[in-house]
Every structure is written in structure tokens, then in C-alpha cells.
């Protein structure tokens, strides 16, 4: 199989051995590939579909050429289309499935994440005055968190973005568990010192 022309994330034709032509385009949320006539693709012959999106009209993500590589690296060694259909339906299915597994960890690790920061934010003013927290809190390690938020950045439309954007910007806020403890007590220590000071003040006063 030889790779004639192609656009990262986008698409690619190949020809095979025995000279026919093979068009893959990578769609909004999958992958399809049909056999050519002339310069058009004309029948659909494999779809691969994600449970998400991975490219948009205007743009491509990471995991959209990402796809295309993993297919093309897949079939390179088919020599007429049922070959080609015995790599794409065993080892091109598999590989995609891997990708799909991948998001749906993505999602579960940053939803375990998002528990924390909804619960420092409504309990964490007064145990976690000077807004770090120990990482101890969280349900995993900061970088396997910050891969996946930078994972699923790739794939979301704006609205979605900003919150993950935000939570890796949250995501600095959370220290080793002495670091932390270090800062938020000596803040708590700052504060009743401050407190103490203005009763002093006041009862001078009066």
C-alpha cells in the first residue's frame, strides 16, 4: 500500500498493489474509508465512530492526526481491499478502541477531580486559608490529572474549554501536604494575630 496524498487529521489516499485507490476522511466524531473512481470517493466500505469529537470543519486536534496515523499504520501492509478490510475490522478496530478507552478514563479521572475542587470550594475558606490545598486531596496524581485535562482540551469546543482551562489553572493550587500545611497555618496564624490585635485596639478604645 502506498500513501498517494494526504492532509494531517484530515484525510489520506492510498493505492494498493493492485492498483486500487482507497479514500480515508476524518469526520467530526470518526473515520471512514471508500473505495475511488477517478479523483471522488465513491462507495463507503469501513466507519469507525467515536462516542466524542475530534475535529471540527475548521480545525484538527491531536487525536484527529493521531486516527488517520494509527490507520494508516494499521493497513500499511494490505495488498487488495480485502485485505485491507481484515486489517481495518481486527487491528485498525482495536487500536481506536484503545483510543476510545483512553477518553472514557480522561473523563472519569477529570470528574473525580472536579468532585475535589466543588468540595475545597464550598468547605476549604477557613481549613485552607491561603488557598493551596494538599495534594493528598486529590483522587490522583497532579500530572496524571493534568494530562487528562490537557487531553480533553484538545477535543472541546470553547465552553467546555474555559472550564478545563480553569481547572488546570486550580490545579497549581495544590501542593506537597507540608508545603501546604506550612502556608495555610502560618496565614491562620497571621489572621488570629490580626483578629487579637483589632480586640486589643478596641477595648483600649473603650
Known amino acids: 500500500m502506498k500513501i498517494s496524498r494526504t492532509s494531517p487529521g484530515k484525510y489520506a489516499e492510498v493505492k494498493l498493489n493492485d492498483g486500487q485507490?482507497?479514500?480515508?476522511s476524518v469526520l467530526p466524531n470518526g473515520i471512514t474509508a471508500s473505495t475511488m473512481f477517478l479523483t471522488f470517493p465513491t462507495?463507503?466500505?469501513?466507519?469507525?465512530?467515536?462516542?466524542?469529537?475530534i475535529?471540527?470543519?475548521?480545525?484538527?486536534?491531536?487525536?484527529?492526526?493521531?486516527?488517520?496515523?494509527?490507520?494508516?499504520?494499521?493497513?500499511?501492509?494490505?495488498?487488495?481491499?480485502?485485505?485491507?478490510?481484515a486489517l481495518l475490522q481486527r487491528d485498525?478496530?482495536?487500536?481506536?478502541?484503545?483510543?476510545?478507552?483512553e477518553h472514557n478514563e480522561n473523563i472519569s479521572i477529570i470528574e473525580g477531580y472536579g468532585e475535589v475542587l466543588e468540595e475545597v470550594g464550598r468547605n476549604g475558606a477557613e481549613r485552607f486559608p491561603a488557598g493551596v490545598y494538599p495534594d493528598s486531596l486529590l483522587p490522583y496524581p497532579r500530572e496524571v490529572?493534568?494530562?487528562?485535562?490537557?487531553?480533553e482540551l484538545e477535543l472541546a469546543e470553547e465552553a467546555k474549554a474555559k472550564d478545563l482551562r480553569i481547572g488546570l489553572a486550580l490545579l497549581d493550587?495544590?501542593?506537597?501536604?507540608?508545603?501546604?500545611?506550612?502556608?495555610n497555618t502560618s496565614l491562620q496564624e497571621a489572621m488570629t494575630l490580626a483578629k487579637k490585635t483589632v480586640r486589643d485596639t478596641e477595648r483600649g478604645e473603650g
Do not use: H, M, Y
Not at 493521531?66 to 480485502?82: F, G, Q, R
Not at 485498525?92 to 478507552?101: E, G, H, K
Not at 501542593?175 to 502556608?183: G, H, Q, R
Open 21 to 24: 485507490r482507497v479514500f480515508f
Open 43 to 53: 462507495k463507503k466500505i469501513w466507519e469507525f465512530t467515536f462516542p466524542f469529537q
Open 55 to 85: 475535529r471540527t470543519a475548521l480545525t484538527t486536534s491531536v487525536i484527529a492526526r493521531e486516527v488517520l496515523i494509527v490507520v494508516l499504520a494499521t493497513t500499511d501492509k494490505a495488498k487488495d481491499i480485502s485485505e485491507l478490510l
Open 92 to 101: 485498525t478496530d482495536r487500536a481506536l478502541q484503545a483510543i476510545t478507552l
Open 145 to 151: 490529572i493534568r494530562n487528562a485535562l490537557e487531553s
Open 173 to 183: 493550587g495544590f501542593v506537597d501536604v507540608a508545603e501546604a500545611d506550612a502556608l
